[in-house]
């Protein structure tokens, strides 16, 4: 079994004081990285070995509201969850974690805030892990938006754009106007802050069609670029012949009342990691094979050094 986080899981007496997200985070691992059958009594024993709680019926009542918690995101998915539940187990229902690359990846980017010291034996370049969750996120969103371009611009180690190439894109792409990059812009900004560029066109190829700037981020300081993209910078760069909308996606699973408060944050279309996965609801095995193949070879040496319980 994989230990507990000593992120987001605390000493809990009186109150519980440990996360919710954290804790399903840490149920749903165990059950797909380590393929086993995982029950409500596992997880009790646990938290209370591992002198989290001393009393078993208070432990009880937080691994309740896990287990509610958890059953609902697997409702989002429906039949493209990559778990079997019910009110006292969860186990996974493919051959491995393997066939959920998606989910896997998503999983595990979040683990690298819960297990820092895990995540830290891997460095501190995480260039190819952006780069992974740029192409889930575009994969997900075609399935899901038929009919809208998704177009990636992110700058990255095989995409070395600089803004005014992505500008000159966007400009071709949407038939719009280009602005005063040279005023407003710096040769820092690369993309500005764009990853994903979403547009549904119409046959007649003009302008004032549904825009959306996407903001792909893997990372766990992804609240701190809420605010990208800066829309402000991107009506000054591109003159749109209508105003554009903003989208941010993110690999965390978001309870309710943080979600809510980061989409009003962020003012646009907020995905995390069940937006992002529900492409799953309608096709079950959605990555591409070449994607798939890549994330299971960055998963697999961070899944075989998970920590474990002895």
């Not at 895990?118 to 190819?128: K, L, R």
């Not at 040769?187 to 046959?203: I, S």
Request: aromatic letters at 10%.
């Amino acid at each position: 079994m994989i230990k507990l986080p000593k992120k987001g899981v605390s000493r809990s007496v009186n109150k519980h004081n440990s996360r919710l997200d954290v804790l399903c985070d840490w149920v749903e691992g165990n059950a797909l990285f380590d393929n086993e059958e995982i029950s409500t009594t596992d997880v009790v024993d646990t938290l209370i070995e591992g002198q989290i709680y001393d009393d078993q019926d208070f432990a009880s009542v937080m691994v309740e509201d896990v287990w509610t918690e958890i059953r609902r995101r697997q409702r989002w998915l429906g039949t493209g969850t990559p778990f079997l539940i019910n009110h006292q187990n969860i186990q996974l229902q493919r051959s491995s974690w393997k066939d959920a690359p998606g989910y896997s990846f998503c999983l595990l980017l979040a683990y690298a805030d819960w297990y820092r010291e895990w995540a830290g034996q891997f460095g501190s370049d995480y260039t190819e892990q952006g780069e992974l969750f740029e192409l889930l996120t575009k994969e997900s969103l075609e399935l899901q938006f038929d009919g809208w371009h998704i177009h990636r611009t992110g700058w990255s180690r095989t995409n070395t754009v600089e803004l005014a190439d992505v500008v000159d894109e966007v400009v071709d792409r949407l038939g719009e106007m280009k602005g005063q990059l040279g005023s407003w812009a710096t040769k820092k900004a690369k993309e500005a802050g764009l990853d994903l560029l979403c547009y549904r066109p119409f046959a007649d190829q003009r302008v004032g069609v549904p825009v959306y700037l996407t903001q792909c981020a893997s990372g766990r300081h992804w609240e701190s670029k809420l605010k990208t993209p800066d829309l402000e910078l991107w009506e000054k760069i591109v003159v749109f012949a209508a105003k554009p909308r903003t989208a941010f996606s993110t690999p965390f699973a978001l309870l309710d009342d943080e979600f809510l408060r980061n989409c009003n944050l962020h003012n646009g279309m907020l995905l995390d990691r069940y937006r992002v996965l529900a492409a799953a609801r309608s096709h079950d095995s959605w990555v591409s094979q070449p994607l798939a193949e890549r994330i299971v070879n960055w998963a697999e040496p961070r899944i075989d050094s998970l920590p474990r319980i002895d």
